[in-house]
């Protein structure tokens, strides 16, 4: 084997010795991170918000300031509970659906931006919080049996 291909070997092993665990509470923290900064910025400029709905958005069979409200909740409380590890997969599914009405509605041509974010929804929601999680201390904690990959 060459140096070359030794020294890309090698790096590769050391790579694959980083916990998933810490990768997945990366994730979490990296898109919720997200979420909750734009519910907190909705919530903060609530009358600015409510126009940005009525004017901008104009989700379809929604009222805005319903629409307005469930985003508002949806990012500041799903947000929390992926950066926390609590109730993970269930909580990546409204975020998954508003990537959908956003990318469907709202902002279809940020289809990169709203890919990156639900891969990242995906992988959580199919393989779990990680080690590094409320849900993981829980399941230790209670003898859950767990599935591969959670």
Do not use: C
Request: charged share 15%; hydrophobic share 55%; net charge positive.
């Amino acid at each position: 084997m060459t140096t070359t291909l030794r020294w890309f070997v090698e790096i590769r092993n050391r790579l694959e010795r980083i916990p998933v665990g810490l990768v997945q509470l990366a994730m979490r923290v990296a898109v919720g991170a997200m979420f909750f900064n734009a519910g907190l910025l909705k919530y903060r400029s609530w009358e600015l918000t409510l126009l940005l709905f009525r004017d901008e958005y104009k989700v379809p069979l929604l009222d805005p300031a319903l629409s307005a409200r469930m985003a508002t909740f949806n990012e500041l409380t799903f947000s929390t509970l992926l950066i926390l590890g609590l109730g993970t997969r269930a909580a990546t599914l409204p975020l998954l659906g508003m990537i959908t009405v956003i990318q469907a509605f709202v902002y279809p041509d940020a289809w990169n931006e709203h890919l990156l974010w639900a891969s990242i929804l995906v992988f959580l929601l199919t393989r779990g919080a990680g080690a590094l999680s409320i849900d993981h201390f829980v399941a230790r904690r209670f003898g859950v049996a767990r599935l591969p990959h959670s």
